[in-house]
Protein backbone atom coordinates (compact mmCIF):
# COMPACT_ATOMS: atom_id res chain seq x y z
CA UNK A 1 0.00 0.00 0.00
CA UNK A 2 1.32 3.62 -0.88
CA UNK A 3 2.39 5.76 2.42
CA UNK A 4 0.69 8.72 3.13
CA UNK A 5 2.21 11.43 1.46
CA UNK A 6 2.60 14.84 3.42
CA UNK A 7 3.93 18.14 3.31
CA UNK A 8 4.57 20.35 6.37
CA UNK A 9 4.70 24.30 6.35
CA UNK A 10 5.98 26.13 9.67
CA UNK A 11 4.89 29.71 10.32
CA UNK A 12 6.94 32.34 12.16
CA UNK A 13 6.15 36.08 13.35
CA UNK A 14 5.79 38.52 10.36
CA UNK A 15 8.76 40.97 11.76
CA UNK A 16 11.67 40.28 10.60
CA UNK A 17 13.56 40.83 13.71
CA UNK A 18 11.23 38.70 15.82
CA UNK A 19 11.19 35.69 12.97
CA UNK A 20 15.57 35.87 13.24
CA UNK A 21 15.47 34.90 16.69
CA UNK A 22 12.13 32.20 16.26
CA UNK A 23 13.88 30.40 13.19
CA UNK A 24 15.90 27.73 14.52
CA UNK A 25 13.35 26.51 17.40
CA UNK A 26 10.38 26.65 14.59
CA UNK A 27 12.70 24.36 12.46
CA UNK A 28 13.65 21.95 15.07
CA UNK A 29 10.04 21.62 16.29
CA UNK A 30 9.40 20.89 12.74
CA UNK A 31 11.94 18.34 12.35
CA UNK A 32 10.42 16.31 16.05
CA UNK A 33 7.15 16.15 13.81
CA UNK A 34 8.65 14.50 10.90
CA UNK A 35 10.80 12.03 13.26
CA UNK A 36 7.63 11.02 15.17
CA UNK A 37 5.55 10.63 12.41
CA UNK A 38 8.31 8.79 10.18
CA UNK A 39 8.48 6.40 13.09
CA UNK A 40 4.78 4.78 12.37
CA UNK A 41 6.43 3.58 9.02
CA UNK A 42 3.21 5.15 7.43
CA UNK A 43 4.64 8.63 6.48
CA UNK A 44 6.11 10.30 3.29
CA UNK A 45 7.47 13.61 3.67
CA UNK A 46 7.73 15.89 0.55
CA UNK A 47 9.87 19.22 0.05
CA UNK A 48 12.64 20.78 2.36
CA UNK A 49 11.90 22.53 5.78
CA UNK A 50 10.27 25.95 5.20
CA UNK A 51 9.67 28.49 7.48
CA UNK A 52 7.10 31.26 6.59
CA UNK A 53 7.21 34.80 7.91
CA UNK A 54 5.27 36.71 4.89
CA UNK A 55 2.73 37.22 2.51
CA UNK A 56 4.97 36.68 -0.68
CA UNK A 57 6.62 33.38 1.02
CA UNK A 58 3.09 31.93 2.30
CA UNK A 59 1.83 31.47 -1.47
CA UNK A 60 5.26 30.70 -2.92
CA UNK A 61 5.96 27.81 -0.41
CA UNK A 62 2.70 26.67 -0.56
CA UNK A 63 2.99 26.09 -4.16
CA UNK A 64 5.74 24.37 -4.04
CA UNK A 65 4.37 22.29 -1.26
CA UNK A 66 1.14 21.53 -3.58
CA UNK A 67 3.71 20.72 -6.76
CA UNK A 68 4.23 17.36 -4.64
CA UNK A 69 0.66 16.43 -4.71
CA UNK A 70 0.49 15.49 -0.84
CA UNK A 71 -2.27 14.05 0.37
CA UNK A 72 -2.38 16.52 3.59
CA UNK A 73 -0.38 19.31 5.02
CA UNK A 74 0.71 19.89 8.14
CA UNK A 75 1.66 23.55 9.77
CA UNK A 76 3.67 23.56 12.14
CA UNK A 77 2.90 26.95 14.62
CA UNK A 78 5.04 26.43 18.07
CA UNK A 79 4.92 30.51 18.37
CA UNK A 80 2.33 33.08 17.93
CA UNK A 81 2.74 32.73 14.27
CA UNK A 82 1.00 35.81 12.10
CA UNK A 83 -2.26 33.55 11.22
CA UNK A 84 -3.15 35.67 7.87
CA UNK A 85 -0.07 33.31 6.70
CA UNK A 86 -2.02 30.35 7.26
CA UNK A 87 -5.00 31.74 5.82
CA UNK A 88 -2.78 32.63 2.58
CA UNK A 89 -1.21 28.83 2.43
CA UNK A 90 -4.46 26.94 3.10
CA UNK A 91 -6.12 29.08 0.12
CA UNK A 92 -3.29 27.92 -2.64
CA UNK A 93 -3.29 24.31 -0.89
CA UNK A 94 -7.03 23.59 -1.06
CA UNK A 95 -6.24 19.74 0.64
CA UNK A 96 -6.50 18.48 4.26
CA UNK A 97 -4.62 20.76 6.71
CA UNK A 98 -3.50 19.17 10.64
CA UNK A 99 -2.14 22.59 12.52
CA UNK A 100 -0.16 21.04 15.19
CA UNK A 101 1.52 23.27 18.15
CA UNK A 102 3.40 21.86 21.06
CA UNK A 103 3.26 22.43 24.57
CA UNK A 104 5.46 24.99 25.84
CA UNK A 105 4.44 28.06 28.34
CA UNK A 106 7.67 29.84 27.46
CA UNK A 107 5.95 30.56 24.27
CA UNK A 108 2.45 31.50 23.25
CA UNK A 109 2.29 28.64 20.12
CA UNK A 110 -1.80 27.78 22.10
CA UNK A 111 -2.59 30.63 20.84
CA UNK A 112 -1.02 30.55 17.50
CA UNK A 113 -2.72 27.32 17.12
CA UNK A 114 -5.86 28.94 17.83
CA UNK A 115 -5.37 32.54 15.85
CA UNK A 116 -4.55 30.25 13.00
CA UNK A 117 -7.38 27.51 12.90
CA UNK A 118 -9.91 30.68 13.65
CA UNK A 119 -9.29 32.36 10.56
CA UNK A 120 -8.81 28.82 8.16
CA UNK A 121 -12.16 27.97 9.46
CA UNK A 122 -13.83 31.95 9.29
CA UNK A 123 -12.95 31.07 5.43
CA UNK A 124 -14.38 28.14 4.71
CA UNK A 125 -11.37 25.91 5.05
CA UNK A 126 -11.12 22.42 6.70
CA UNK A 127 -8.32 22.08 9.77
CA UNK A 128 -7.57 20.13 12.54
CA UNK A 129 -5.80 21.54 15.96
CA UNK A 130 -3.46 19.41 17.63
CA UNK A 131 -1.90 20.70 21.00
CA UNK A 132 0.72 18.39 21.66
CA UNK A 133 4.18 17.41 22.09
CA UNK A 134 5.29 14.68 19.65
CA UNK A 135 6.82 12.52 22.17
CA UNK A 136 3.54 11.86 23.41
CA UNK A 137 1.86 8.50 21.82
CA UNK A 138 -1.32 9.77 22.33
CA UNK A 139 -0.38 12.88 20.03
CA UNK A 140 0.95 11.16 17.35
CA UNK A 141 -2.17 8.91 17.75
CA UNK A 142 -4.12 12.26 17.07
CA UNK A 143 -2.81 12.81 13.77
CA UNK A 144 -2.01 9.73 12.46
CA UNK A 145 -5.80 9.16 12.73
CA UNK A 146 -6.98 12.40 10.85
CA UNK A 147 -4.08 11.91 8.08
CA UNK A 148 -5.23 8.46 7.27
CA UNK A 149 -8.40 10.20 6.45
CA UNK A 150 -7.16 12.71 4.50
CA UNK A 151 -5.11 10.03 2.52
CA UNK A 152 -8.34 8.29 1.90
CA UNK A 153 -10.12 11.54 0.61
CA UNK A 154 -7.30 12.68 -1.48
CA UNK A 155 -6.53 9.18 -2.96
CA UNK A 156 -9.95 8.05 -3.66
CA UNK A 157 -10.77 11.36 -5.87
CA UNK A 158 -10.48 10.72 -9.75
CA UNK A 159 -10.68 6.87 -8.42
CA UNK A 160 -13.79 4.60 -10.60
CA UNK A 161 -15.73 2.35 -9.79
CA UNK A 162 -16.36 -0.61 -12.05
CA UNK A 163 -20.28 -1.28 -12.18
CA UNK A 164 -20.75 -4.86 -13.51
CA UNK A 165 -24.23 -6.00 -14.39
CA UNK A 166 -26.31 -3.41 -12.42
CA UNK A 167 -28.79 -4.23 -9.84
CA UNK A 168 -29.23 -7.60 -8.00
CA UNK A 169 -31.91 -9.36 -6.67
CA UNK A 170 -33.88 -5.97 -6.64
CA UNK A 171 -31.66 -3.79 -4.04
CA UNK A 172 -31.48 -0.54 -4.11
CA UNK A 173 -28.17 -0.69 -3.32
CA UNK A 174 -26.86 -1.82 -6.26
CA UNK A 175 -27.16 1.03 -8.33
CA UNK A 176 -24.83 4.34 -8.05
CA UNK A 177 -25.83 8.18 -7.86
CA UNK A 178 -23.14 8.67 -10.18
CA UNK A 179 -23.47 12.94 -10.09
CA UNK A 180 -23.67 12.53 -6.07
CA UNK A 181 -20.08 10.48 -5.99
CA UNK A 182 -18.67 12.64 -7.68
CA UNK A 183 -19.45 15.84 -6.36
CA UNK A 184 -18.89 14.60 -2.72
CA UNK A 185 -16.20 11.71 -3.21
CA UNK A 186 -14.64 12.57 -6.68
CA UNK A 187 -15.85 9.09 -7.95
CA UNK A 188 -16.36 8.46 -11.19
CA UNK A 189 -18.84 5.11 -11.88
CA UNK A 190 -18.32 3.09 -15.11
CA UNK A 191 -20.89 0.41 -16.00
CA UNK A 192 -20.06 -2.70 -18.18
CA UNK A 193 -22.43 -5.69 -18.67
CA UNK A 194 -21.65 -9.03 -17.07
CA UNK A 195 -21.61 -10.73 -20.31
CA UNK A 196 -17.90 -9.52 -20.92
CA UNK A 197 -17.16 -11.52 -18.17
CA UNK A 198 -18.04 -14.85 -19.91
CA UNK A 199 -16.61 -13.62 -22.83
CA UNK A 200 -12.78 -12.96 -21.90
CA UNK A 201 -13.16 -16.14 -19.60
CA UNK A 202 -12.48 -18.01 -23.00
CA UNK A 203 -9.57 -16.31 -23.68
CA UNK A 204 -7.67 -16.71 -20.45
CA UNK A 205 -4.66 -19.25 -21.83
CA UNK A 206 -4.84 -22.76 -20.05
CA UNK A 207 -1.45 -22.69 -18.40
CA UNK A 208 -2.40 -19.60 -16.48
CA UNK A 209 -5.61 -21.82 -15.40
CA UNK A 210 -3.58 -24.97 -14.64
CA UNK A 211 -0.99 -22.59 -12.71
CA UNK A 212 -3.89 -21.60 -9.73
CA UNK A 213 -5.77 -24.93 -10.18
CA UNK A 214 -2.79 -26.91 -9.10
CA UNK A 215 -2.50 -23.78 -6.17
CA UNK A 216 -5.93 -23.52 -5.23
CA UNK A 217 -5.49 -28.00 -4.99
CA UNK A 218 -2.30 -27.30 -2.93
CA UNK A 219 -3.26 -24.88 -0.29
CA UNK A 220 -7.32 -25.45 0.47
CA UNK A 221 -9.53 -28.25 0.89
CA UNK A 222 -11.96 -28.73 -1.87
CA UNK A 223 -15.17 -30.99 -1.51
CA UNK A 224 -16.26 -31.65 -5.22
CA UNK A 225 -19.59 -33.17 -5.49
CA UNK A 226 -19.12 -33.82 -9.40
CA UNK A 227 -22.62 -31.85 -9.81
CA UNK A 228 -21.85 -28.16 -8.35
CA UNK A 229 -18.44 -28.73 -8.43
CA UNK A 230 -16.28 -30.37 -10.12
CA UNK A 231 -12.30 -29.90 -11.76
CA UNK A 232 -13.89 -28.04 -14.66
CA UNK A 233 -16.30 -25.82 -12.56
CA UNK A 234 -13.81 -24.59 -10.08
CA UNK A 235 -11.47 -23.74 -13.26
CA UNK A 236 -14.13 -21.86 -14.78
CA UNK A 237 -14.24 -19.99 -11.60
CA UNK A 238 -10.81 -19.48 -12.28
CA UNK A 239 -11.30 -18.05 -15.96
CA UNK A 240 -14.10 -15.61 -14.50
CA UNK A 241 -11.37 -14.10 -11.83
CA UNK A 242 -8.80 -13.45 -14.40
CA UNK A 243 -11.75 -12.30 -16.66
CA UNK A 244 -12.72 -9.65 -13.82
CA UNK A 245 -8.93 -8.55 -13.52
CA UNK A 246 -8.26 -8.00 -17.11
CA UNK A 247 -11.33 -5.60 -17.45
CA UNK A 248 -9.83 -3.77 -14.39
CA UNK A 249 -6.61 -3.29 -15.26
CA UNK A 250 -7.98 -2.26 -19.03
CA UNK A 251 -10.93 -0.03 -17.44
CA UNK A 252 -8.36 1.48 -14.64
CA UNK A 253 -10.96 0.47 -12.00
CA UNK A 254 -9.84 1.50 -8.87
CA UNK A 255 -12.69 -0.57 -7.06
CA UNK A 256 -15.19 -3.08 -8.68
CA UNK A 257 -19.13 -4.57 -8.42
CA UNK A 258 -20.11 -7.83 -9.98
CA UNK A 259 -24.12 -8.63 -9.82
CA UNK A 260 -23.94 -12.02 -10.05
CA UNK A 261 -27.15 -13.47 -9.02
CA UNK A 262 -29.08 -14.80 -11.32
CA UNK A 263 -27.52 -14.74 -14.52
CA UNK A 264 -24.16 -16.08 -13.94
CA UNK A 265 -25.02 -17.76 -10.87
CA UNK A 266 -28.38 -19.33 -12.47
CA UNK A 267 -26.85 -20.34 -15.79
CA UNK A 268 -22.57 -20.44 -15.18
CA UNK A 269 -21.09 -19.88 -12.27
CA UNK A 270 -21.01 -18.21 -9.16
CA UNK A 271 -18.43 -15.66 -8.65
CA UNK A 272 -17.20 -16.54 -4.93
CA UNK A 273 -13.79 -17.11 -5.99
CA UNK A 274 -13.56 -13.59 -7.44
CA UNK A 275 -14.93 -11.93 -4.32
CA UNK A 276 -12.76 -13.80 -2.16
CA UNK A 277 -9.46 -13.25 -3.62
CA UNK A 278 -10.34 -10.03 -4.92
CA UNK A 279 -10.52 -8.84 -1.99
CA UNK A 280 -7.31 -10.94 -0.33
CA UNK A 281 -3.54 -9.46 -0.19
CA UNK A 282 -2.61 -12.29 -2.36
CA UNK A 283 -3.67 -15.40 -4.95
CA UNK A 284 -2.09 -17.94 -6.50
CA UNK A 285 0.33 -15.64 -8.12
CA UNK A 286 1.45 -13.75 -5.30
CA UNK A 287 1.25 -10.91 -2.73
CA UNK A 288 -0.70 -8.32 -4.19
CA UNK A 289 -2.62 -5.07 -3.11
CA UNK A 290 -6.56 -6.31 -2.21
CA UNK A 291 -8.49 -4.85 -4.54
CA UNK A 292 -12.19 -4.00 -3.13
CA UNK A 293 -15.00 -6.00 -4.61
CA UNK A 294 -18.44 -6.37 -3.59
CA UNK A 295 -20.27 -8.63 -4.76
CA UNK A 296 -24.08 -8.45 -5.91
CA UNK A 297 -22.99 -5.32 -7.80
CA UNK A 298 -23.53 -3.31 -4.26
CA UNK A 299 -22.12 0.20 -5.05
CA UNK A 300 -22.28 1.60 -1.61
CA UNK A 301 -20.59 -1.59 -0.24
CA UNK A 302 -18.16 -1.08 -2.89
CA UNK A 303 -17.79 2.11 -1.79
CA UNK A 304 -17.69 1.85 1.94
CA UNK A 305 -15.35 -1.23 1.55
CA UNK A 306 -13.07 1.16 -0.14
CA UNK A 307 -13.03 4.15 2.18
CA UNK A 308 -11.95 1.30 4.79
CA UNK A 309 -9.36 0.01 2.96
CA UNK A 310 -7.93 3.33 1.89
CA UNK A 311 -7.84 4.07 5.72
CA UNK A 312 -6.26 0.98 7.13
CA UNK A 313 -4.99 -0.73 4.25
CA UNK A 314 -6.15 -3.90 5.31
CA UNK A 315 -8.65 -6.31 3.35
CA UNK A 316 -12.40 -5.56 4.41
CA UNK A 317 -15.08 -7.90 4.79
CA UNK A 318 -18.47 -8.24 3.04
CA UNK A 319 -21.04 -10.16 4.76
CA UNK A 320 -24.83 -10.16 5.19
CA UNK A 321 -26.51 -9.62 8.33
CA UNK A 322 -28.12 -13.21 8.68
CA UNK A 323 -29.06 -13.99 12.34
CA UNK A 324 -28.63 -12.70 15.48
CA UNK A 325 -28.37 -14.80 18.91
CA UNK A 326 -29.96 -12.93 22.29
CA UNK A 327 -29.15 -15.70 24.47
CA UNK A 328 -25.18 -15.17 24.03
CA UNK A 329 -25.51 -11.10 21.83
CA UNK A 330 -23.90 -12.72 18.60
CA UNK A 331 -24.65 -11.33 15.17
CA UNK A 332 -23.98 -14.21 12.58
CA UNK A 333 -22.71 -12.43 9.55
CA UNK A 334 -22.37 -14.58 6.20
CA UNK A 335 -22.87 -14.50 2.42
CA UNK A 336 -22.39 -16.85 -0.23
CA UNK A 337 -18.71 -15.85 -0.93
CA UNK A 338 -17.46 -12.86 -0.78
CA UNK A 339 -15.50 -12.45 2.33
CA UNK A 340 -11.57 -12.32 2.07
CA UNK A 341 -9.61 -15.44 2.84
CA UNK A 342 -7.22 -13.33 4.96
CA UNK A 343 -10.06 -12.89 7.63
CA UNK A 344 -9.27 -17.08 8.58
CA UNK A 345 -6.31 -16.33 10.43
CA UNK A 346 -5.42 -12.27 9.64
CA UNK A 347 -1.93 -13.28 8.75
CA UNK A 348 0.42 -12.51 6.49
CA UNK A 349 1.37 -15.91 5.27
CA UNK A 350 -1.75 -17.67 2.78
CA UNK A 351 -0.96 -20.58 4.12
CA UNK A 352 -2.25 -19.86 7.58
CA UNK A 353 -5.30 -18.39 6.43
CA UNK A 354 -6.26 -21.24 4.12
CA UNK A 355 -6.00 -23.88 5.84
CA UNK A 356 -9.29 -22.91 7.40
CA UNK A 357 -10.87 -22.60 4.25
CA UNK A 358 -12.60 -25.30 2.21
CA UNK A 359 -14.23 -24.84 -1.03
CA UNK A 360 -17.33 -26.22 -0.91
CA UNK A 361 -20.82 -27.41 -3.95
CA UNK A 362 -22.81 -24.16 -4.40
CA UNK A 363 -25.85 -24.17 -2.80
CA UNK A 364 -28.91 -25.81 -4.89
CA UNK A 365 -30.62 -22.43 -5.06
CA UNK A 366 -28.26 -21.27 -7.37
CA UNK A 367 -28.88 -23.58 -10.79
CA UNK A 368 -25.30 -22.56 -12.12
CA UNK A 369 -22.21 -24.34 -10.83
CA UNK A 370 -18.93 -23.75 -9.20
CA UNK A 371 -17.71 -23.08 -4.79
CA UNK A 372 -18.65 -21.21 -1.83
CA UNK A 373 -15.76 -20.19 0.25
CA UNK A 374 -16.55 -21.54 3.38
CA UNK A 375 -14.35 -20.55 7.25
CA UNK A 376 -15.06 -19.30 10.34
CA UNK A 377 -13.04 -16.14 10.62
CA UNK A 378 -10.77 -15.48 13.31
CA UNK A 379 -11.63 -13.74 16.74
CA UNK A 380 -10.77 -9.87 17.39
CA UNK A 381 -11.77 -6.39 17.44
CA UNK A 382 -13.46 -5.37 14.43
CA UNK A 383 -14.85 -1.94 13.28
CA UNK A 384 -18.21 -2.38 11.29
CA UNK A 385 -19.72 -0.05 8.80
CA UNK A 386 -21.64 1.26 5.60
CA UNK A 387 -22.02 4.24 3.49
CA UNK A 388 -26.22 4.64 2.66
CA UNK A 389 -28.02 7.73 1.37
CA UNK A 390 -31.18 9.00 2.75
CA UNK A 391 -33.26 11.88 1.43
CA UNK A 392 -29.96 12.63 -1.35
CA UNK A 393 -27.78 12.88 1.76
CA UNK A 394 -25.17 10.49 2.49
CA UNK A 395 -24.57 8.60 6.39
CA UNK A 396 -21.91 6.41 7.45
CA UNK A 397 -23.04 4.61 10.63
CA UNK A 398 -20.62 2.73 12.42
CA UNK A 399 -20.32 0.35 15.41
CA UNK A 400 -17.42 -1.82 16.93
CA UNK A 401 -17.74 -5.50 17.80
CA UNK A 402 -15.80 -8.40 18.53
CA UNK A 403 -15.25 -11.41 16.21
CA UNK A 404 -15.68 -14.55 17.82
CA UNK A 405 -14.67 -18.20 16.76
CA UNK A 406 -17.02 -21.21 17.14
CA UNK A 407 -17.12 -24.65 16.10
CA UNK A 408 -17.95 -25.69 12.29
CA UNK A 409 -20.95 -27.29 14.47
CA UNK A 410 -22.71 -23.74 14.50
CA UNK A 411 -23.01 -23.33 10.53
CA UNK A 412 -25.90 -25.99 10.62
CA UNK A 413 -28.34 -23.60 12.06
CA UNK A 414 -27.73 -21.07 8.88
CA UNK A 415 -25.56 -22.43 5.97
CA UNK A 416 -22.38 -24.62 6.19
CA UNK A 417 -21.59 -23.71 2.54
CA UNK A 418 -21.01 -19.82 3.46
CA UNK A 419 -17.83 -18.26 5.09
CA UNK A 420 -18.77 -16.63 8.90
CA UNK A 421 -18.38 -14.03 11.19
CA UNK A 422 -19.74 -14.39 14.57
CA UNK A 423 -19.79 -10.97 16.14
CA UNK A 424 -20.60 -9.65 20.03
CA UNK A 425 -21.46 -6.05 19.29
CA UNK A 426 -20.49 -3.42 21.48
CA UNK A 427 -23.64 -1.77 21.43
CA UNK A 428 -27.28 -3.05 22.33
CA UNK A 429 -28.33 -5.27 19.02
CA UNK A 430 -31.75 -2.74 18.60
CA UNK A 431 -29.72 0.14 18.20
CA UNK A 432 -27.86 -1.32 15.27
CA UNK A 433 -31.07 -2.86 13.60
CA UNK A 434 -32.42 0.36 14.17
CA UNK A 435 -29.84 2.68 12.45
CA UNK A 436 -27.65 0.43 10.32
CA UNK A 437 -29.51 0.79 6.83
CA UNK A 438 -28.61 -1.85 4.59
CA UNK A 439 -28.63 -6.18 4.63
CA UNK A 440 -25.03 -5.84 3.59
CA UNK A 441 -22.13 -5.43 6.48
CA UNK A 442 -18.36 -4.48 5.60
CA UNK A 443 -16.28 -4.17 8.60
CA UNK A 444 -12.16 -4.16 9.33
CA UNK A 445 -9.73 -5.42 11.73
CA UNK A 446 -8.96 -2.94 14.43
CA UNK A 447 -10.58 0.19 15.77
CA UNK A 448 -10.78 2.88 12.58
CA UNK A 449 -13.75 4.76 14.21
CA UNK A 450 -12.11 8.26 14.38
CA UNK A 451 -10.58 7.76 10.98
CA UNK A 452 -14.01 7.23 9.75
CA UNK A 453 -15.28 9.98 11.61
CA UNK A 454 -12.21 12.48 10.21
CA UNK A 455 -13.44 11.25 6.55
CA UNK A 456 -16.51 12.07 7.09
CA UNK A 457 -15.41 15.44 8.63
CA UNK A 458 -13.56 16.20 5.44
CA UNK A 459 -16.02 14.76 2.71
CA UNK A 460 -19.08 16.99 4.62
CA UNK A 461 -21.38 13.64 5.28
CA UNK A 462 -23.24 12.52 8.53
CA UNK A 463 -21.08 10.57 11.21
CA UNK A 464 -23.12 7.84 13.13
CA UNK A 465 -21.43 5.98 15.46
CA UNK A 466 -24.23 3.40 17.11
CA UNK A 467 -22.86 2.38 20.67
Not at 137 to 159: I, S
Not at 175 to 201: C, N, P, Y
Not at 272 to 282: E, G, I, K, Q, V
Not at 328 to 356: D, H, R, V
Request: glycine residues 8%.
Amino acid sequence: MAKIKVGVLSFSDGRQSVHEGLAPYIAEVEQQIRTALLKTGEIEFTGPVRVIAGNAQAKAYALEVKSELPDAVIFNVPVFAFPNFSVIAASVLKVPILVISNINGGLPGLGGLQAACNMIRQCGYHCEKVWGNMDDPDTVQHCMHFLRAAHAVTDMTGQTFGLIGGRSIGMGSGSAQTDAWQKVFGVDVDHMDQLEILRRAKLVPEEKVEHAFLWLSEHVKIAYDQAKLSEESLKQQIRCYYATKDICEEKGFAFVGVKCHYELSAYYCTQCLSAAFFNDPYDWDGPKEPMVYSCEADAEGGLTMQVMKELSALPVMFADFRYYAKENNLFYFCNCGAMSTWYGAQSNSPEENLKKVTLKPIIPKYAGKGCHVEYIAKGGRMTFGRITHTQGKFVFTVFTGTAKEMPESMLKETCEQWPHMYVEPDAPYEKIMEQYECNHIHGVAGDWVEEIRYFCELEGIEFRYVQ
